[in-house]
């Protein structure tokens, strides 16, 4: 820096005196101290002194507080000593910590230095204030020096980007990054005002350019602009830019600005209509409200800041800003950049509208939601400052319309809805006009007329922000920030360190330990943020919230991803390189999305101001129809076309940026924001810590110091530097690597100091610098040595010259000394008189000298003569030349008028192969049009046969119903089988004879179907899926509704439980009252122990009955999976033969294709017409019998088909008759089941009959698959049918136009039989739903039947109780032995019904086995699907290829146009070259006319001398003068002739050129136009071809489309079916719930007699007491034995509600699982089994308990039966205590047993629980991945859906185009014509030329010969000269002698002259 004076003023907040800081007293004091950094909560890092070590720990005194502190070793950071403060690059200190850095920083901001360098980038700390830094004079001390030369500046980094890019010729970029209010934008306008000034443009001197520095004074003028529409004041920032911008600025080769480019990025166009607090919107709002005149605020209707809603807080003044005076800056800049006036007001318009948008006041009707406008006042504002209507404004916004479909639909909207469309419309005013301001500054800095060599661009983006709260728009400010971040990683760290190990240095890697790739992946890379916003943007049922949840599901694992807490508002966060940021995801899809009013929009475009119309014209919007998605039946929606939301195009942009960064050389200026209150002078040094960690400023510093920042190319190296090292480097090629390291050693550097690559040698910093000083240094001296050089030569010049001057001065002054002394002698002046004299002697030698000039004259006339004769020559030559060409010229024009006549033939030729190509174009599409309806009709046909095929299967899963039902019943419903045996087989035939009808209807449909079928079709199918909905929708709600009941009875049932409990403790209570009393009951213990043994025995069998009733259920049901594979099975040949059928239509479409090549048998085809019209004749008088024997049959077929409807309705009175007596059956079976007990005899009978019903099942199977094949035959036929009926087509194409006639006819009577069928339809749906209604019936009665079976069992339970209590009064005594053997036998039974539970186990895995192998099989379909998808993609894939081979095509066809413009560019130039050619040949020729012209003088001089001859002789000579000048005039004559054949022949010339010309560019052009036209033809060719190959692979993906949403359908109906057997199930499992109710009240009405028992029982143990002293030892036995039972009726509790908590858990799944749609009816199936058997368990507990209760009771009648027989067993006291003993072991082995046997059960119960619990979690996972599959299967087949309408729009494209072509080939027609007409006028031209060339040839002709007479007369008369001047005196001949000698001479002359004037004419 030697060459900045430290001591200038300008340079205070620069530069900082050195010397200050190398005083040695404080470098004393410093290591004296011992100073080191400490580590400090507010301060960052504090001084402090060492004192003492104490371990790790280390004793420091704080400098400042002089406290004493332990510190641990690790947080210690050395101090650099006091001489390295204030350092102006950081790399330079010794110590490089965070501490120093941070101090280093701090000290030079306190000094008002705010630019610090830190390695290879600067760093700028805001300093809140203004410093005068940037002024001209500082610009000037910073232009052109190096970076060592001046202090840190953002000036010295934008000049060393200049200088390289002018050095390199390498694009630079300065990207200005850091936090929201750091001083980027300040940084930015600095550096664009040093670019202006230093690359100022060079001054112009012409006039028509602008002025010199405009460029540059709109270049610095554009910010203001910007700045005010774009800037605002946040809580961080004054002047915060709420946009990005890249300002490129383009420079020529010489370095000068050529123009200027700013691209803006997401304007945070929120800001509009609402601010946050201590917040405003944009400047321009405020700088328009108070600095417009009041005059100018009426004229556009702006009002006072409070008064606008969107300006939340008001008229908020910022300090230190003046709006007045920056509005009058807005507008001048304004004006330098060229805006009207006109412009501006219609800016200051759309922004008051803008503002008014939101004063529209709306309310909401009180019973609509339609939403109201009172007062439209604000309205009429708005719509006169934009020029539209009130009314139609008003309308667009409450009721605007929408387009359903193909309809357009008025919707209703809410006050929201209009509120949200206000606040849009604003937004995107506002945008537009913003966009607008920076195109129109675009196009007035962009100047075409320079060309840029090369750019710098400055980047100003909006910086990182971290609010509470953070929006969408946060969200893409903080990911351009992060991708800036790892540019700014990747160039410091990545790039530089590759580079290291690429080069082959020694290098350990530096780890920078920030890799902000995660956080981009997570928001950028597919199923990142950005792509979960846009796919939820297509979904119109998608909320923020289900947007929420999908982002955390897809990325809860992720590490920079953080889920939000339940405390928190926001919904998720991220972890940036800036720290952690919390999103709300509100308003997110809108946001996205940005839906604007398409009506409001339309009429902002057809605007009565232009400047709204300019502004609104290329909207690309997202209408309300995206916003109100109507469903149809398979989720599509009404889409306004395609639409990119705001994150694809910002995500678009920011690519195109970092590409744009990527490829130059960047420069970073590292902006750093002190502290957040804005404050000057203060620094936060945590805020500027973590700011530096997050730059990485201090891993740059290291790899700046460690590493080897400047590299140089050894080439550029040796080229630079090898002065430095003179004579080093031999002469001589030597490799380059070799000559650096000589040169290298020849320097003598440190070894440490550089390192030589492969192809670079690298330099640590500073070395570089060095070696340039050195250079200069050297180059300073090698000048100052040319220098001297210079300026001795030119002094020794000097003095040569001036030594010369002497010389010359002295003879000058010595001649003039002369002079002087000889001017007065008398001599010399007579010889200065006598000298001139002297000059008569020279006379002789005159004389001589004029001879020798008539010598070369003689010759030269002699020469001219010998080239007038060449030219003689050459003219015959060029004659006869002429006359070749005139014949040819013939010849050709009578070859061209052939052609013409040709060219006529052709043109005619070709009008009619393009009348025959329309009219085979227009064939085709006929063939096409019929083709698509044939396909579709045969798409109806299958899908009718699957309507009747599923009709069938319902038919026949009724009829098995039926049998079934047949079965259970009595022997008299086999006549009812019989019946419906006869009604099937008759709806069979019926069925058949149906079929045969329809295809018979098919040959006539094909061929007359029309479009009003098509609608009448659709219509249907919109009905359809209509009810379909419909029905949905009421089962979802139906299922709401139960999940409530449930959800009721849950809890009536816990409030049941709650009660229990309290009666089971007031039981308890009562069983220790009674337990003194239960001494003498075992024996009733035991006998109901039997009783249990009994009913586990009927239980058993009943299980086993169960049992074997499931496995043939069971196997029905694999019978029935064998059903579904066989039609699995004759799907796929459906489908083959489907197939078969495609590629026969092809080979149709290719043998139509033929049809193109076959136009040249044409003119056959024609002689053959005449014989087809005859056939058609003939054919239609067939046709007409045709119809009329259809009509004939299609009567009597009607015919039959209504005597089948009598005797179908004839079968339902006698199905109606069967029910009747079914029904009275039923009454008597009940009757019977009470009244007899032989149910068991008749379960085996039904089981007998139900195995034989399970026969006549497969049997019944067998015919089904019977009738598949058959349905596979008649599919065959009706294939065969199709192929026929695809020959029969060409063969009606001819028929048609005659067929006109008898189709109104057919079609009446089509749309008669079509009536009929609906008809048909309707009967057979009724028949149906009545069948329906009568298995309802049936199921009623059978529940009737169980019921009554239920009573009968309580009665049966009763009677039991009944019997078993006199039996137990009765066997007390006899009962007590066989206790023990019957609880062996209960052991027995328990380990048996153990055993039936491990094989129902077993039958549960089972099942489970069969639902994984079902499973299995749901995911090969799944893979199938995929595959089938994939093979669509590849389809797509391949069609876009062969749209890009289409572009290739048309761009090699652009070529070509350019190849032959440029060629005949090239004929013009060469044609141009041949004219110039011709024009100097013509020079020429007019300079030998020239000398000619020159020798005629000289022979006119000489006659003119002949002339004073003549005058001398008499009469004769007067003679001869008269005919000298009648020869003068026929020469003059003569000559105007030859100039005027001249001319001629030249103008001959030209047309001749000009026509070769024509005729060649005639050829050209014709050769182009017929390769042009064969060219396009076969494009034309090949793109139709390929098109209807494109139509037709549509057509067969739309056809498998529709094949796959038939199966969904299919699907959906089974599911349906199987839905309601599940609700079927569930209302069985309420009736049981309800039948545990009734059972538990009994219960409660048994505990309350128990209770009353109690109490009677309680006074007779007062009484008894005295008696029972002898048995109190028996009772306390029994106690104990009590309170066993009682802790295992506690356990049955338990096990009670366990069972019931693990019921409810299990139903609150299913009511889970329900909403999770069809999939999970099969799991709900198990889930009810798995109810099921709880309930049954439930049940079995519920059984146990009451037994319990009956022994209890049982113990209460004994105790009674006790008291009375007190007295008289006293004297058996001592035997019942004997037996009492036994009776005790006996008891305790039991109980041990018991025990034993429950604990078993219970541990294998809950593993069970376990394993299935565990089942269903995975079978639950299963179908959540399924459900993400489908969904993912469902975007590809919108994405396919997408791609097909892109290739429909492109085959209206692709039709444009070939309609250019041909208006193209009309106008090259009429080029013809013209350039036609012209070679005709030439050719005229040519005629007339000819005719007066012949013309002058007469003429030439009659001179010629009449100058050959006159050249005859004037030889005579010379002859008579000749001998006149013969006889001529001497003495005349003396005197005249000095005249008449040259007169001789001069005759001579002319005589030779005449003669060669003869040979000439000759």
Same mark, same amino acid.
């Given at each position: ?56 720990? @280390? ?40 501490? =120093? ?16 360098? =830190? ?74 005002? +040093? ?156 922004? =008051? ?10 309310? *909401? ?237 339309? +009429? ?162 500073? @070395? ?20 001297? +050089? ?284 009674? *337990? ?26 009943? *299980? ?99 005597? *089948? ?382 098109? $209807? ?218 593993? $069970? ?154």
């Amino acid at each position: 820096m030697a060459d900045v004076d430290r001591s200038d003023p300008d340079l205070k907040f620069l530069v900082v005196d050195r010397n200050a800081f190398s005083d040695p007293a404080t470098q004393a004091e410093w290591s004296q101290k011992r100073l080191v950094w400490v580590p400090h909560e507010t301060a960052g890092f504090v001084a402090a002194s060492m004192k003492r070590a104490q371990g790790e720990e @280390v004793e420091v005194e704080l400098v400042e507080t002089s406290k004493k502190v332990l510190v641990s070793r690790d947080d210690m950071q050395k101090m650099n000593p006091p001489k390295y403060d204030k350092q102006e690059d950081m790399a330079d200190l010794t110590c490089l910590n965070e501490a =120093s850095v941070l101090h280093n920083i701090k000290e030079r901001y306190y000094s008002g230095l705010i630019y610090t360098y =830190s390695g290879l980038f600067c760093v700028v700390v805001n300093p809140y204030k203004r410093l005068p830094i940037y002024t001209e004079k500082i610009i000037e001390i910073y232009k052109g020096k190096k970076r060592h030369e001046v202090p840190p500046h953002v000036f010295a980094i934008t000049d060393i980007a200049y200088r390289s890019m002018l050095q390199d010729r390498e694009d630079q970029s300065i990207l200005c990054t850091g936090e929201s209010g750091a001083g980027k934008t300040e940084n930015t306008k600095k550096v664009i005002q +040093y670019l202006a000034y230093v690359a100022a443009s060079k001054p112009k001197s012409s006039s028509h350019l602008p002025a010199t520095g405009e460029l540059e004074q709109q270049l610095l003028k554009a910010n203001p602009i910007l700045e005010a529409f774009g800037n605002a004041k946040t809580v961080k920032n004054d002047n915060s830019s709420r946009f990005g911008k890249f300002v490129r600025i383009n420079f020529d080769a010489s370095g000068y600005i050529a123009g200027a480019n700013i691209e803006t990025y997401l304007l945070e166009k929120a800001r509009i209509i609402r601010q946050a607090p201590d917040e405003r919107t944009f400047h321009i709002f405020y700088q328009l409200l108070l600095g417009s005149t009041q005059e100018f605020k009426s004229n556009i209707l702006l009002e006072d800041a409070k008064n606008y809603t969107f300006m939340t807080q008001g008229g908020l003044r910022v300090p230190g800003i003046d709006d007045i005076e920056e509005f009058t800056a807005t507008q001048n800049a304004m004006k330098v950049m060229g805006i009207s006036d006109d412009d501006m007001t219609s800016i200051w318009r759309v922004i =008051s509208a803008s503002l008014l948008f939101g004063n529209m006041e709306f309310k *909401q009707e009180r019973n609509t939601d339609q939403a109201t406008l009172p007062d439209n006042t604000v309205a009429q504002k708005v719509a006169h400052l934009l020029g539209i209507q009130v009314t139609d404004l008003t309308k667009a916004f409450l009721k605007p319309r929408i387009k359903v479909g193909r309809d357009y639909v008025t919707k209703a909207q809410t006050k929201e809805q209009v509120e949200f469309a206000i606040e849009a419309i604003g937004k995107a005013t506002y945008e537009r006009l913003f966009k607008w301001i920076v195109t129109r500054i675009n196009r007035s800095l962009d100047r075409t007329k320079r060309q840029g060599a090369s750019f710098i661009g400055i980047l100003d983006i909006a910086g990182f922000e971290i609010f509470e709260l953070n929006s969408f728009e946060q969200l893409c400010i903080n990911y351009t920030n992060e991708k800036l971040q790892q540019l700014f990683n990747h160039t410091m760290f990545i790039l530089e360190q590759e580079e290291y190990q690429r080069e082959g240095i020694e290098w350990k890697f530096i780890d920078f330990g920030l890799d902000l790739q995660p956080t981009i992946d997570l928001i950028e890379k597919p199923m990142g943020i950005m792509a979960l916003v846009d796919e939820e943007c297509w979904f119109p049922k998608a909320t923020d919230k289900s947007f929420v949840e999908k982002l955390v599901t897809s990325h809860a694992v992720h590490p920079k991803f953080v889920k939000s807490d339940f405390k928190s508002t926001a919904d998720f966060s991220i972890l940036h390189y800036a720290g952690q940021v919390n999103y709300s995801a509100a308003q997110w899809l809108m946001k996205n999305m940005d839906p604007l009013n398409e009506n409001i929009v339309q +009429y902002l475009q057809a605007s009565q101001d232009p400047f709204v119309c300019h502004i609104w014209k290329d909207a690309e919007i997202v209408g309300m129809a995206q916003q109100a998605m109507t469903d149809t039946q398979f989720g599509r929606v009404t889409r306004k076309g395609m639409f990119r939301t705001v994150s694809q195009l910002y995500k678009e942009q920011l690519s195109k940026l970092m590409v744009t960064l990527r490829n130059t050389n960047p420069n970073f200026v590292r902006c750093i924001i002190p502290n957040h209150e804005k404050k000057a002078g203060k620094i936060n040094a945590p805020l500027v810590l973590d700011q530096l960690r997050c730059n990485g400023v201090l891993e740059g510093i290291r790899i700046c110091r460690q590493g080897f920042p400047n590299r140089i190319p050894f080439q550029e190296f040796r080229q630079r530097y090898e002065l430095l090292t003179p004579n080093v480097i031999p002469k001589g090629f030597m490799d380059g690597k070799k000559a650096c390291e000589k040169m290298i050693e020849a320097l003598e550097l440190d070894p440490g100091l550089f390192r030589i690559g492969q192809s670079k040698i690298f330099f640590r910093a500073g @070395v570089l610098a060095h070696l340039e000083e050195e250079r200069d240094l050297r180059i300073t001296d090698l000048v100052v040595k040319f220098q001297a +050089y210079c300026r001795g030569l030119l002094a020794r010049r000097n003095y040569q010259k001036r030594v010369q001057q002497l010389n010359a001065i002295r003879i000058l002054q010595r001649n003039c000394a002369a002079y002087l002394k000889l001017r007065n002698w008398q001599w010399w002046r007579l010889y200065t008189k006598v000298k001139p004299l002297l000059q008569v002697t020279k006379n002789d030698e005159k004389v001589m000298q004029k001879e020798n000039e008539l010598k070369e004259i003689t010759e030269k006339l002699h020469h001219h003569e010998a080239e007038v004769q060449n030219l003689d020559k050459q003219y015959q030559q060029a004659l006869e030349e002429k006359n070749i060409l005139a014949e040819q010229l013939q010849a050709e024009t009578e070859l061209c008028a052939e052609a013409e006549e040709m060219r006529a033939r052709l043109a005619a030729r070709k009008q009619e192969m393009e009348e025959i190509i329309h009219d085979m174009e227009a064939r085709i599409e006929e063939e096409e049009e019929k083709v698509l309806k044939s396909g579709e009709e045969r798409k109806k046909l299958q899908q009718h046969i699957q309507d009747l095929e599923e009709q069938l299967e319902e038919e026949e899963a009724a009829r098995q119903k039926l049998q079934i039902e047949k079965v259970q019943a009595e022997a008299k419903m086999k006549q009812f089988e019989e019946q419906l045996v006869a009604s099937d087989d008759f709806k069979e035939k019926f069925g058949k004879d149906k079929k045969n009808l329809e295809e018979k209807l098919s040959d006539v449909s094909a061929t007359l179907a029309e479009e009003e079928e098509k609608a009448k079709h659709l219509l249907k199918l919109k009905a359809k899926h209509e009810s379909t909905i419909g029905e949905l929708e009421d089962k979802l709600r139906k299922d709401n509704q139960q999940k409530q009941e449930v959800e009721r009875a849950k809890r009536k049932c816990e409030t049941e439980l709650g009660d229990m409990k309290e009666q089971v403790l007031e039981r308890k209570q009562q069983v220790e009252e009674i *337990q003194l009393q239960l001494g003498k009951r075992e024996e009733e213990v035991a006998q109901a122990l039997m009783k249990v043994d009994e009913e586990a025995a009927a239980k058993a069998n009943a *299980q086993k009955a169960l049992r074997e009733l499931e496995s043939q259920l069971g196997e029905v049901v694999e019978d029935l999976d064998a059903e579904k594979e066989a039609r699995n099975k004759a799907e796929k040949q459906k489908r083959d033969l489907n197939e078969e059928l495609e590629a026969l239509k092809n080979e149709l479409l290719d043998s139509l294709d033929v049809t193109a090549a076959q136009q040249e048998l044409r003119t056959a085809r024609e002689k053959e017409l005449a014989n087809i019209k005859k056939s058609l004749e003939d054919e239609t008088s067939n046709h007409e019998q045709m119809t009329t024997d259809m009509r004939h049959k299609h009567s009597h077929e009607i015919s039959q088909i209504n005597n *089948q409807l009598d005797q179908l309705k004839k079968t339902k009175t006698q199905a109606e008759k069967g029910k009747s007596q079914l029904e009275a059956e039923l009454a008597d079976l009940a009757n019977e089941l009470k009244a007899t007990s032989g149910n068991k005899q008749e379960a085996e009978r039904k089981r007998k009959q139900l195995e034989n019903h399970a026969g006549e099942l497969n049997a019944k199977l067998t015919e089904s698959e019977s009738r598949c094949t058959e349905a596979q035959e008649r599919l065959g036929k009706i294939l065969n049918e199709m192929e026929s009926m695809g020959s029969q087509l060409q063969e009606a194409e001819t028929r048609a136009s005659q067929a006109s006639k008898s189709t109104d006819g057919l079609e009446a009577q089509l749309s008669e039989v079509a009536a009929n069928l609906e008809e048909e339809t309707r009967q057979k749906l009724a028949v149906n739903s009545k069948l329906r209604a009568l298995e309802n019936e049936k199921e009623h009665l059978l529940e009737q039947v169980e019921e009554e079976e239920g009573k009968a069992k309580t009665l049966e339970k009763n009677l039991t109780t009944a019997s078993q209590q006199l039996a137990d009064a009765r066997r007390k005594a006899e009962e007590e032995s066989e206790q023990v053997a019957k609880l062996e036998e209960y052991k027995k039974k328990q380990m048996k019904d153990f055993e039936e539970m491990q094989h129902r186990m077993e039958e549960v895995q089972s099942s489970n086995e069969k639902l994984d192998k079902s499973k299995k099989k749901m995911s090969a379909e799944l893979d199938d699907a995929n595959i089938e998808l994939d093979s669509h993609r590849s389809k797509v894939l391949e069609l876009e290829k062969k749209q890009r081979n289409f572009d290739k095509i048309l761009a090699e066809e652009k070529m070509n146009g350019e190849r032959i413009s440029t060629e005949r560019d090239n004929a013009e130039r060469d044609a141009r070259e041949k004219e110039t050619k011709l024009l100097n040949l013509n020079r020429g020729l007019e300079e030998l006319q020239a000398q000619l012209d020159e020798s005629e003088r000289s022979r006119r001089q000489l006659q003119a001398e002949l002339d004073d001859l003549v005058n001398t002789q008499g009469t004769a000579d007067k003679n001869v003068h008269e005919l000298e000048k009648a020869k003068r005039q026929l020469e003059q004559e003569l000559v105007e002739q030859k100039t005027q054949l001249e001319e001629l022949e030249d103008e001959l010339q030209q047309t001749e050129d000009q026509k070769m010309r024509l005729e060649v560019n005639m050829q050209a052009l014709k050769t182009q136009f017929e390769r042009d036209l064969a060219a396009k033809e076969e494009a034309g060719e090949e793109k139709r071809r390929g098109m $209807a190959k494109q139509i037709r692979d549509l057509e067969a993906e739309l056809d498998e489309e529709r094949k796959q949403k038939q199966a969904a359908v299919n699907a959906k109906k089974k599911l349906e079916t199987d839905y309601k057997d599940l609700e079927s199930t569930m209302d069985m499992n309420n009736k049981l719930k309800e039948d545990a109710l009734k059972q538990l009240k009994k219960l409660q009405q048994a505990m309350k007699e128990i209770q009353r028992d109690a109490e009677e029982a309680h006074a007779s143990k007062n009484e008894v007491l005295q008696q029972s002293k002898d048995l109190e030892k028996k009772i306390k036995a029994l106690e104990s034995d009590l309170v066993q039972m009682q802790e295992d009726l506690s356990a049955a509790e338990r096990a009670r509600r366990t069972a019931e908590s693990e019921r409810d858990e299990l139903a609150e799944e299913l009511s889970s699982s329900g909403s999770k749609g069809a999939l999970a009816i099969d799991e709900k199936r198990r889930l009810d089994a798995r109810i099921a058997a709880l309930e049954g368990e439930l049940e079995e507990e519920q059984t146990q308990s009451e037994m319990l209760m009956e022994r209890a009771r049982k113990a209460q009648i004994s105790i009674e039966q006790l008291t009375t027989e007190l007295a008289g067993e006293r004297g058996n006291a001592q035997k019942m205590e004997n037996s009492k003993m036994m009776l005790e072991r006996q008891n305790k082995e039991l109980k041990v047993k018991l025990e034993e046997v429950e604990n078993s059960n219970r541990a294998k119960a809950k593993a $069970a629980i376990a394993a299935l619990e565990s089942k269903v979690s995975n079978l639950e996972e299963q179908l959540s991945a399924e459900a993400q599959e489908r969904m993912l299967a469902a975007k590809g087949n919108r994405k396919l859906e997408k791609k097909i309408k892109e290739l429909l729009m492109q085959l209206e494209d692709e039709r444009r185009h070939a309609d250019q072509y041909k208006e193209q080939n009309e106008k090259t027609n009429g080029r013809m014509k013209a350039m036609r007409r012209q070679l005709d006028e030439a050719e005229e031209e040519i005629s007339r030329e000819k005719a007066h060339r012949r013309k002058a040839q007469r003429e030439l002709d009659d001179f010629v010969e009449s100058n050959e007479s006159m050249n005859r007369e004037i030889n005579n008369l010379k002859n008579k000269l000749r001998r006149g001047m013969s006889g001529l005196p001497s003495s005349r001949l003396l005197k005249g002698r000095g005249s008449v000698v040259p007169g001789d001479d001069s005759i001579a002359d002319t005589e030779s002259v005449d003669g060669g004037g003869e040979e000439s004419e000759k």
